[in-house]
């Protein structure tokens, strides 16, 4: 991402075209401290300095790294860090994410020579299942998850991941998700309360049976709670176990999602 050079000050609208962003996030951020313009105009309005423009780089760099806003601001606000500091920083976490990438990649080589891409649940039979998964499991679950999640890396992960895998491991994933899942509802019925220790562990041990299937972070976790509320069919899911078990699901995991950094109203998939 190449900086761009700024020699006088610039307006909202002006500052959005150049670095590629609307003005709506460019007063949300400022709205929130993340950014605030140096200047003002005659007229009162926002203008930004070569270093307000510089800032706003440092946040996208950041933001494509997949860090929150909240943490974002954090970093560049710590009063230890020098610019040199922040651009190794950046740099180490390209570095990792390009390892992870490299990783992905190898693992779709490894599908495409093994010819099929999209071995899952499906390889079992209809009878089977309906035993692991339960009588109102829908084959047709699968397509629209392909169509939801298709072209990410968490579909490639679990693609590879799960295409050996026999009824008995489907079985065991089952057995460990109800286990799981019952354990939420216990805790749902003594009132543990979103953002304590206790829920926190319950997150954690939630996030970690979506992650048999694909490295599932923080923010990915929150980005599919949002479906446990939105979608009846989750919503129905959670809330048999225990009436009001997903609105409490998904503040579990959203207070969680804070203690890791990542604030669940900004969260994507990432």
Sequence with gaps: MTETPVHEDLTVGRVADLVGVSVRTLHHWDAIGLVRP??????????????????????????????????????????????????????TLLQQRIRRLERTALAVDEMIERTDMDHSSTDLSPEEQARIFGTDWDPAYQDEARERWGGTDAWTLAAARTRDWDAAQWQEIKDETDAVEAALAEAFG??????????????????????????????????????????????????????????WLRRVIEENARAHGVDPESAVWQ
């Design 38 to 91: 140096g200047g003002r105009s005659w007229a009162g309005y926002r203008l930004y300095d070569a270093d307000d423009v510089a800032r706003i780089h440092r946040v996208l760099v950041y933001r494509e790294l997949g860090l929150a806003l909240a943490q974002i601001g954090g970093i560049l606000d710590d009063p230890s860090a020098d610019p040199r500091e922040h651009l190794q920083r950046q740099r």
């Design 190 to 247: 003594r009132s543990v309360a979103p953002g304590g220790e206790e829920a926190n562990a319950l997150a954690a041990r939630h996030r970690a049976t979506i992650a048999r299937h694909y490295d599932c972070t923080p923010a990915m976790q929150v980005v599919l709670s949002r479906m446990y509320t939105e979608d009846p069919r989750f919503a129905a899911h959670y809330d048999e176990r225990a009436e009001g078990l997903a609105a």
